[in-house]
Protein backbone atom coordinates (compact mmCIF):
# COMPACT_ATOMS: atom_id res chain seq x y z
CA UNK A 1 0.00 0.00 0.00
CA UNK A 2 1.62 3.58 -1.20
CA UNK A 3 1.01 6.17 1.04
CA UNK A 4 -1.48 7.86 -0.77
CA UNK A 5 -4.22 4.90 -0.30
CA UNK A 6 -2.77 5.02 3.28
CA UNK A 7 -3.62 8.52 3.54
CA UNK A 8 -7.27 8.51 1.60
CA UNK A 9 -8.27 5.40 4.13
CA UNK A 10 -6.64 7.67 6.99
CA UNK A 11 -8.77 10.46 5.42
CA UNK A 12 -12.36 8.75 5.18
CA UNK A 13 -12.06 7.23 8.72
CA UNK A 14 -11.16 10.95 10.06
CA UNK A 15 -14.19 12.23 8.75
CA UNK A 16 -16.81 9.39 9.17
CA UNK A 17 -15.66 10.26 13.08
CA UNK A 18 -16.28 13.64 13.09
CA UNK A 19 -19.78 13.27 11.29
CA UNK A 20 -20.64 10.92 14.17
CA UNK A 21 -19.55 13.83 16.61
CA UNK A 22 -21.43 16.06 14.87
CA UNK A 23 -24.85 14.03 14.64
CA UNK A 24 -24.77 13.78 17.75
CA UNK A 25 -24.19 17.38 19.44
CA UNK A 26 -26.94 18.15 17.02
CA UNK A 27 -29.50 15.59 18.01
CA UNK A 28 -28.76 17.09 22.01
CA UNK A 29 -29.08 20.43 20.59
CA UNK A 30 -32.82 19.32 18.84
CA UNK A 31 -34.19 16.40 21.67
CA UNK A 32 -34.38 17.58 24.98
CA UNK A 33 -35.19 14.33 27.18
CA UNK A 34 -36.57 14.23 30.88
CA UNK A 35 -37.27 12.48 33.21
CA UNK A 36 -41.53 11.92 33.57
CA UNK A 37 -43.46 13.44 36.10
CA UNK A 38 -46.22 10.38 36.06
CA UNK A 39 -45.78 6.97 35.24
CA UNK A 40 -46.68 6.69 31.24
CA UNK A 41 -48.92 3.53 32.60
CA UNK A 42 -50.76 3.55 35.85
CA UNK A 43 -52.09 0.28 37.21
CA UNK A 44 -54.82 0.43 40.07
CA UNK A 45 -55.43 -2.18 42.40
CA UNK A 46 -58.73 -4.11 42.05
CA UNK A 47 -59.56 -2.49 45.42
CA UNK A 48 -57.42 0.63 46.20
CA UNK A 49 -56.00 1.45 49.51
CA UNK A 50 -56.55 4.31 51.61
CA UNK A 51 -53.52 6.64 52.95
CA UNK A 52 -52.32 4.63 55.43
CA UNK A 53 -51.84 1.49 52.80
CA UNK A 54 -54.23 -0.69 54.36
CA UNK A 55 -56.83 -2.02 52.25
CA UNK A 56 -59.93 -0.68 51.54
CA UNK A 57 -62.97 -2.36 53.34
CA UNK A 58 -65.81 -2.97 50.34
CA UNK A 59 -69.74 -3.15 52.60
CA UNK A 60 -72.95 -3.82 50.98
CA UNK A 61 -75.43 -0.94 51.12
CA UNK A 62 -78.29 -0.73 54.00
CA UNK A 63 -81.39 -2.51 53.40
CA UNK A 64 -83.37 -2.83 56.84
CA UNK A 65 -85.06 0.63 55.45
CA UNK A 66 -86.24 -1.53 52.69
CA UNK A 67 -87.67 -3.97 53.48
CA UNK A 68 -90.78 -2.66 55.14
CA UNK A 69 -91.90 -1.24 52.01
CA UNK A 70 -90.19 -4.05 49.73
CA UNK A 71 -91.39 -5.17 46.28
CA UNK A 72 -92.52 -8.65 47.64
CA UNK A 73 -93.77 -9.96 44.09
CA UNK A 74 -90.28 -9.09 42.76
CA UNK A 75 -88.83 -11.01 46.16
CA UNK A 76 -90.63 -14.02 44.50
CA UNK A 77 -89.94 -13.09 41.02
CA UNK A 78 -86.04 -13.09 41.92
CA UNK A 79 -86.52 -16.38 44.00
CA UNK A 80 -87.06 -18.42 40.54
CA UNK A 81 -82.83 -18.01 40.13
CA UNK A 82 -82.59 -20.31 43.55
CA UNK A 83 -85.38 -22.64 43.02
CA UNK A 84 -82.55 -25.11 41.22
CA UNK A 85 -80.84 -25.52 44.85
CA UNK A 86 -83.60 -24.61 47.12
CA UNK A 87 -87.51 -25.44 48.03
CA UNK A 88 -89.40 -23.27 49.89
CA UNK A 89 -92.42 -25.02 51.05
CA UNK A 90 -93.12 -25.64 54.43
CA UNK A 91 -91.67 -29.24 54.67
CA UNK A 92 -90.25 -28.95 51.62
CA UNK A 93 -87.00 -31.67 50.95
CA UNK A 94 -83.00 -30.33 50.71
CA UNK A 95 -81.70 -29.90 47.67
CA UNK A 96 -78.61 -28.98 46.14
CA UNK A 97 -79.30 -26.45 49.50
CA UNK A 98 -81.39 -26.54 52.23
CA UNK A 99 -85.14 -25.79 51.83
CA UNK A 100 -85.99 -22.11 52.85
CA UNK A 101 -89.20 -22.53 54.29
CA UNK A 102 -88.61 -20.15 57.64
CA UNK A 103 -85.01 -19.00 57.04
CA UNK A 104 -86.19 -15.70 58.15
CA UNK A 105 -84.83 -15.69 61.96
CA UNK A 106 -83.90 -19.06 62.01
CA UNK A 107 -80.30 -20.09 63.81
CA UNK A 108 -77.75 -20.76 60.68
CA UNK A 109 -76.59 -24.20 59.59
CA UNK A 110 -79.46 -26.01 62.00
CA UNK A 111 -82.05 -27.36 59.19
CA UNK A 112 -82.25 -30.88 59.29
CA UNK A 113 -80.78 -33.21 57.28
CA UNK A 114 -78.58 -30.84 55.23
CA UNK A 115 -74.77 -31.16 55.31
CA UNK A 116 -73.82 -27.26 56.40
CA UNK A 117 -69.95 -26.83 55.95
CA UNK A 118 -67.70 -25.86 58.70
CA UNK A 119 -67.93 -22.26 57.47
CA UNK A 120 -71.75 -21.82 58.19
CA UNK A 121 -71.39 -24.09 61.43
CA UNK A 122 -68.28 -21.68 62.70
CA UNK A 123 -70.32 -18.50 61.48
CA UNK A 124 -73.22 -18.81 64.14
CA UNK A 125 -76.12 -16.44 64.90
CA UNK A 126 -79.64 -16.50 63.46
CA UNK A 127 -80.37 -15.37 60.05
CA UNK A 128 -81.50 -11.73 60.98
CA UNK A 129 -82.28 -9.36 58.29
CA UNK A 130 -78.51 -7.67 58.16
CA UNK A 131 -76.56 -10.90 58.22
CA UNK A 132 -78.74 -12.12 54.86
CA UNK A 133 -78.61 -8.61 53.24
CA UNK A 134 -74.39 -9.63 54.12
CA UNK A 135 -74.76 -13.24 52.66
CA UNK A 136 -77.17 -12.69 49.45
CA UNK A 137 -74.53 -9.47 48.48
CA UNK A 138 -71.43 -11.44 48.12
CA UNK A 139 -72.15 -15.26 50.06
CA UNK A 140 -68.12 -16.03 49.97
CA UNK A 141 -67.24 -13.17 51.41
CA UNK A 142 -69.80 -13.68 54.42
CA UNK A 143 -68.98 -17.07 55.23
CA UNK A 144 -65.42 -18.33 53.93
CA UNK A 145 -65.82 -22.11 52.80
CA UNK A 146 -69.54 -21.68 51.83
CA UNK A 147 -71.30 -23.94 49.58
CA UNK A 148 -73.21 -22.03 48.17
CA UNK A 149 -72.37 -21.28 44.43
CA UNK A 150 -73.88 -17.53 43.96
CA UNK A 151 -72.12 -14.65 42.69
CA UNK A 152 -74.77 -12.57 45.01
CA UNK A 153 -77.46 -9.83 44.20
CA UNK A 154 -75.83 -6.38 43.77
CA UNK A 155 -78.83 -4.06 43.89
CA UNK A 156 -79.98 -3.17 47.53
CA UNK A 157 -83.71 -3.17 46.21
CA UNK A 158 -83.47 -6.48 44.80
CA UNK A 159 -82.21 -7.96 48.87
CA UNK A 160 -84.46 -5.96 50.66
CA UNK A 161 -87.34 -7.71 47.71
CA UNK A 162 -85.95 -11.66 48.07
CA UNK A 163 -85.63 -10.99 52.47
CA UNK A 164 -88.89 -9.38 52.03
CA UNK A 165 -90.41 -12.12 50.13
CA UNK A 166 -88.48 -14.80 52.30
CA UNK A 167 -89.77 -13.25 55.74
CA UNK A 168 -93.47 -14.45 54.33
CA UNK A 169 -92.56 -18.04 54.08
CA UNK A 170 -93.67 -18.30 57.92
CA UNK A 171 -96.33 -19.12 60.11
CA UNK A 172 -95.15 -16.88 62.27
CA UNK A 173 -92.90 -14.27 60.08
CA UNK A 174 -90.29 -12.13 61.74
CA UNK A 175 -91.17 -8.97 62.61
CA UNK A 176 -89.76 -6.13 60.62
CA UNK A 177 -86.70 -4.12 61.37
CA UNK A 178 -87.17 -1.28 64.26
CA UNK A 179 -85.41 1.25 64.72
CA UNK A 180 -82.74 0.27 66.65
CA UNK A 181 -81.88 -2.24 64.17
CA UNK A 182 -81.95 -0.06 61.63
CA UNK A 183 -79.91 2.34 62.83
CA UNK A 184 -77.62 -0.70 63.96
CA UNK A 185 -77.26 -1.69 60.41
CA UNK A 186 -76.73 1.89 59.34
CA UNK A 187 -73.29 2.25 61.72
CA UNK A 188 -72.30 -1.39 60.92
CA UNK A 189 -72.17 -0.64 57.23
CA UNK A 190 -70.69 2.46 57.06
CA UNK A 191 -67.88 3.49 55.17
CA UNK A 192 -64.54 3.53 57.55
CA UNK A 193 -63.75 7.26 56.84
CA UNK A 194 -67.37 8.09 57.63
CA UNK A 195 -67.53 5.96 60.89
CA UNK A 196 -64.15 8.00 62.13
CA UNK A 197 -65.85 11.32 61.32
CA UNK A 198 -68.80 10.21 63.48
CA UNK A 199 -67.08 9.23 66.39
CA UNK A 200 -64.84 12.64 66.47
CA UNK A 201 -67.85 14.74 66.47
CA UNK A 202 -69.49 12.52 69.30
CA UNK A 203 -66.44 13.11 70.86
CA UNK A 204 -64.88 16.52 71.02
CA UNK A 205 -60.75 16.66 71.92
CA UNK A 206 -60.36 17.81 75.34
CA UNK A 207 -58.56 21.05 76.12
CA UNK A 208 -54.91 21.47 77.76
Not at 133 to 144: A, G, R
Request: hydrophobic share 45%; glycine share 10%; aromatic share 8%.
Amino acid sequence: MNNLEFNKIFAAILVAGIVAMLGGFVAELLVHPHALEKPAVFIESAEAGTAGGAPKVVLPDPILPLIADADIARGEKLSKACAACHSFDNGGANKVGPNLWGVVGRPKGAHSGFAYSDGMHAKGGDWGYEDLNQFLWKPKKFIDGTKMNYVGLKKPEDRAALIAWLRTLSSSPKALPSAAEIAKEAADLAPAEEAGAEEAEASPAESH
